[in-house]
């Protein structure tokens, strides 16, 4: 998933995009389904969009709806299927060290040439092991 910003004084967007209806912020997703045009952002509240996408709950929801797919929580196995449950398993209690380097192995792995179920298993056992991963207090 990637985000961008546009600055509409100055770069000019063309199609149906329609920047700025609804309010300000614009939001907009764009992927296979949605093709070129994308898809606005639908609130779910009655609450302004910087202020309903300013709660981690409603930006979660909406990366995973956006992004037609579910994070898959160490902390209680939300989201998870059977291969990512074994896989937190076998992680638990592992020194951050091991950590990191899984982590640093697996970056290189996500950036060669594998076939599609390759890289989505890749993909999700990186998102596993970086909540493994606990920030020194240098790190903060």
């Given at each position: 998933?990637?985000f ?7 770069e ?10 609804g309010?300000?912020?614009t939001i ?7 093709g070129?045009?994308g ?7 009655s609450d302004a969009?910087?202020d309903?996408?300013?709660?981690d ?7 995973e709806?956006?992004g037609d ?7 209680d196995?939300?989201g ?7 896989f ?5 209690g ?5 950590v990191?380097?899984q ?8 950036n060669?040439?594998?076939?599609p179920?390759?890289?989505?298993w ?6 596993i ?12």
């Amino acid at each position: 998933m990637a985000f961008g910003d546009v600055n509409l004084s100055e770069e000019e967007i063309r199609g149906d995009h329609n920047p700025g209806a609804g309010g300000w912020p614009t939001i907009r997703f764009f992927n296979k389904k949605t093709g070129y045009g994308g898809e606005a952002y639908k609130q779910k509240t009655s609450d302004a969009m910087c202020d309903e996408l300013g709660k981690d709950s409603y930006m979660q929801a909406y990366v995973e709806e956006a992004g037609d797919t579910a994070l898959c929580l160490v902390s209680d196995g939300k989201g998870c299927d059977e291969k990512s449950v074994a896989f937190i398993e076998e992680w638990k209690g592992k020194d951050k060290e091991a950590v990191d380097t899984q982590i640093h192995r697996l970056k290189g792995m996500a950036n060669s040439k594998m076939r599609p179920e390759g890289k989505e298993w890749v993909t999700k056992r990186l998102a596993i092991l970086k909540q493994f991963h606990k920030p020194s207090k240098d790190e903060l």
